[in-house]
């Protein structure tokens, strides 16, 4: 048996490969999902072309981007009360941003307390 000073978070990270231990993390604590914003209207979007395809698959790339440089900046683990997607996920493996998801809003409220940070409910945080 090990005494361990600071939090253990019994969760799997979300990627096989990212580390399963870290040491003096900065976390980000999202209680917003890991995915581009979902449009407010209730607009049609057609794609009848590979070209329109492409074009909305590079805005969603690049909103993915954002939202792993804006972690990356201010974390090295992130914590998600919400699933992320496969594409998501591989992007954070990529940048080597270990992440966890899932975890209860009381979970998080506790991290939060322990590590005093704050909740971030929106990557514009």
């Known amino acids: 048996m090990e005494l361990i000073y600071g939090i253990v978070v019994d969760k799997d990270m979300s990627h096989p490969q ?4 870290i040491e003096d993390a900065k976390i980000a604590i999202l209680t917003c999902p890991f995915e581009p914003p979902k449009l407010k209207t209730k607009h049609k979007v057609e ?12 805005q969603e790339q690049k909103c993915f981007d954002d939202m792993g440089r804006k972690c990356k900046d201010a974390a090295t683990l992130v914590i998600c009360q919400w699933g992320f997607d496969d ?18 809003g009381v979970e998080l409220e506790l991290i939060a307390i322990a590590t005093v940070e704050e909740l971030c409910q929106g990557f514009k945080n």
């Open 18 to 21: 990212m580390p399963k231990q």
């Open 47 to 58: 794609i009848d072309i590979v070209e329109k395809f492409e074009t909305l698959r590079e």
């Open 87 to 104: 594409e998501a996920n591989h992007l954070l493996m990529h940048q080597n941003l270990p992440a966890v998801r899932w975890l209860g």
